[in-house]
């Protein structure tokens, strides 16, 4: 802008770079340079898979501070997956060997061909006409870029921009940076002072007009500190609706502060914190005993195929849905649960009584002060919700059917095989001591599969040893080891 503005409706000329604003957003994460992604983001794949290993769902959102701080992070991460997704791109060649005539891959073809030969032999003859079959390629594909350009030219049109863009590409306008007049008539020439100028100039302008009625500014003052009236809780939205709104999107659209373009929040991957666990097959839809007992007998005759040891630790929950405890319970699921539902669930399971029913005679009432309501529709989930919490190792695999605790392990050495088991064990018996849990461990079974006769090394629990056996039964089916 080579002179200041004499009026708001006067055109001016003028270039804003974005290099500041660029560099700001670099100190929160790396941004490319090329952030519009000029030939596209292909490896898509790869920016889904390194958001999910970044992504920390169990962070808690219990302040303000702690939720500006977790979509401060979620920004940081979905700017770093993109720009490393995006940095080994190249422009892809402008002539595809696919695209061309058949007459000029079998010219192709016959000149490699004859280079191959001429390499072989060194015959003069050889590399007469293998450079006679050069030069006949040459000038083919010399004739077929100017009918492929000929006919991009013909296809350009004004109604779709093909037209302008390719002006604009042939043209190459270079971007001056025009100077700034400040108001003292001194010039502005650097990018910073550039900025701070504008800034200044904005910063004059959003500024109210003069108090001309202080009567009704005392008023306005007064009715806005005033109490709100009372009205309905906003309407909640779901994962679903900012999904239905995300695809909305326009794909060219210019992307915000963070820099975020639709098409990378249209890939953004879906994630989401289940409160039970995968391994938990009990009380599931599609999830039944028989595949449950596919996962383990798979395992088991993996190691048996590969050689291995496989051990195998079944436990006994004593009383699993009897001996509930409901403060725990209530703990569990006020950290999952909205308030209402939360509520709603505390009287659900306080203050419960119960009687017993003989012949024609009922007893006195038994509070219930703990266990889960037996036979009804909510009791099984509860269950699976006081549960899923229950540590899990890398090393071990534990397949779960409600109560049904199976923890296998799989290694070439006995001694690592019961190693990693009576890590998970330990950690086990932590978890059930702090949620009040017992395991019966003369019922449970600890058995070794193998083909070698060797056995894997006994495993306790709470200091008790697991009796090993020669076969266990598991969701009614029996494993022979």
């Given amino acids: 802008m080579g002179t200041t503005p004499r009026g708001d409706h006067e055109a001016n000329v003028f270039q804003v770079g974005v290099a500041g604003l660029r560099d700001g957003l670099r100190k929160i994460g790396r941004i490319p340079r090329d952030w519009g992604f000029k030939f596209g983001m292909k490896d898509w794949d790869y920016f889904r898979h390194s958001l999910d290993s970044n992504i920390n769902l169990s962070t808690p959102l219990k302040t303000p501070t702690d939720l500006d701080d977790s979509v401060h992070r979620f920004t940081q991460h979905i700017q770093q997956a993109a720009w490393l997704s995006s940095q080994s791109q190249t ?80 043209l190459h306008y270079p971007n001056v940076s025009s100077l700034l007049r400040r108001e003292d008539n001194s010039w502005v020439r650097s990018d910073e002072e550039k900025a701070e100028t504008f800034a200044s100039h904005l910063r004059s302008m959003f500024q109210p007009l003069p108090d001309s009625d202080p009567v009704n500014i005392s008023r306005v003052l007064e009715f806005l500190d ?117 509520l709603i669930l505390q009287s659900y ?61 799989s290694h070439p050495d006995p001694n690592s095989v019961s190693l990693s088991l009576q890590n998970h064990l330990n950690l086990l018996e ?26 894997c090394p006994p495993v306790t629990f709470d200091n008790v040893p697991i009796p090993p056996a020669n076969h266990v039964r598991y969701l009614g089916m029996y494993l022979d080891k």
């Fill in 91 to 170: 422009r892809p060649p402008r002539l595809q060997y696919y695209n061309l005539p058949e007459h000029i891959r079998q010219l192709i073809t016959a000149k490699r061909r004859a280079r191959s030969r001429w390499q072989r032999s060194r015959y003069p003859s050889y590399r007469q006409h293998y450079d006679s079959i050069a030069n006949e390629l040459r000038n083919v594909l010399s004739c077929h870029r100017s009918a492929s350009y000929d006919n991009y030219v013909s296809s350009l049109s004004e109604h779709d921009k093909s037209l302008w863009r390719a002006t604009k590409r042939l």
């Fill in 226 to 342: 005033s109490p709100l009236p009372l009205s309905l809780p906003p309407t909640l939205f779901t994962p679903s609706d900012v999904s239905f709104q995300i695809s909305r999107l326009p794909t060219q659209k210019s992307p915000g502060y963070d820099l975020i373009t639709s098409q990378v929040l249209k890939n953004l991957p879906r994630q989401t914190q289940p409160v039970i666990r995968n391994h938990q097959f009990g009380f599931r839809h599609h999830h039944s005993t028989v595949q449950q007992c596919f996962r383990v007998t798979d395992q088991i005759s993996s190691a048996l195929e590969k050689k291995e040891y496989c051990g195998g630790v079944f436990l006994d929950v004593a009383q699993a849905f009897d001996r509930v405890w409901h403060p725990g319970l209530l703990f569990k699921l006020k950290r999952i649960l909205p308030s209402t539902y939360y």
């Fill in 349 to 409: 399971l306080t203050n419960r009584y119960s009687v017993v029913c003989h012949g024609e005679k009922l007893s006195g009432y038994i509070q219930i002060k703990a266990s889960v309501p037996q036979g009804s529709v909510l009791g099984p989930l509860l269950y699976l919700v006081y549960t899923a919490d229950i540590p899990t190792q890398t090393s071990t695999n534990m397949p779960t059917f409600a109560d049904d605790i199976c923890i296998l392990s």
């Fill in 430 to 455: 932590l978890w059930c001591k702090r949620w009040r849990i017992k395991i019966n461990q003369l019922k449970s079974a600890h058995v070794t599969f193998s083909l070698r006769r060797q056995e």
